[in-house]
């Protein structure tokens, strides 16, 4: 718990914030008090990082990584624009390299390993917590991302579905979407499930991201065949607590 954490964690804080306020959004009872102190604890951890930030500099492990789903979390979680956030994407960008794509500075697979997943992550931001004075250089910044997302070769379902993402959060058309969508389908199981590579055993976290990217950010209907198959393998692998 609470004592043990020194840190915010993506996993541990920030995807769980999300998942609150999607339930809070569907009319979900949550507990408001323990909301609050989540999203505390996550600016008190990186209020210390503000400065370092703005240096270009970043103290916490994980770099844009961390940062991005902290972002996404304080987002979820209802917390404006301020200083803390302007450093955070200010760091960011100066983490963007020549061809568009945003790199890792952590290797943790499956959910940060590679360039997809940070450019991702970082376009979210980006657009959760735009700096006003910066619209046009950012305007530029997402659009040499779009461009390195549509020639990037992605190789597993991370990579498949933050691609996905991130080209969706980069303003990329329905069109240019598509083949992306369907190479997402593509790798679906005979089960229903996703496999995070070719051959290995399959996981919720693997399908769950994948059925994520291909509604949110694929506009697939809930109700297509693909989706109620992985929806249908969750449901019937979930554990009982």
Known sequence: GWKA?????????SLPQMAVALARKKGFAVNEEQGQKELGFAI?????????????????????DTLGYTLMGMA???????????????????????????????????????PF???????????LYPIPGRREEFKERVERARRWLLSAKASSTEERSMQLNALA????SRSERAPFVN??????????????????????????????????????PVSDPVYQKGVQWLLRNQLED
């Open 5 to 13: 954490r020194r840190c915010v964690s993506c996993h541990s804080n």
């Open 44 to 64: 008190a951890t990186d209020e210390p990082v503000l400065e370092p930030n703005r240096l270009g500099a970043s103290p916490i492990g994980g770099g844009s």
């Open 76 to 114: 979820a979680a209802g917390a404006p624009a301020d200083a803390l956030t302007d450093a955070h994407i200010h760091f960011m960008s100066l983490n963007q390299y020549p061809d568009g794509a945003f790199r890792n500075g952590s290797y943790r697979p499956p959910s940060e390993y590679g």
């Open 117 to 127: 997943t940070t450019t991702a992550v970082a376009l979210r931001s980006i657009k």
């Open 169 to 172: 959060d980069a303003g990329a």
């Open 183 to 220: 190479a997402l389908k593509a790798t679906q199981n005979q089960d229903g499930s996703w496999s995070q590579l070719p051959g290995v055993r399959p996981d919720a976290y693997s399908t769950g991201e994948a059925l994520y990217a291909l509604h949110i950010s694929g506009s697939v």
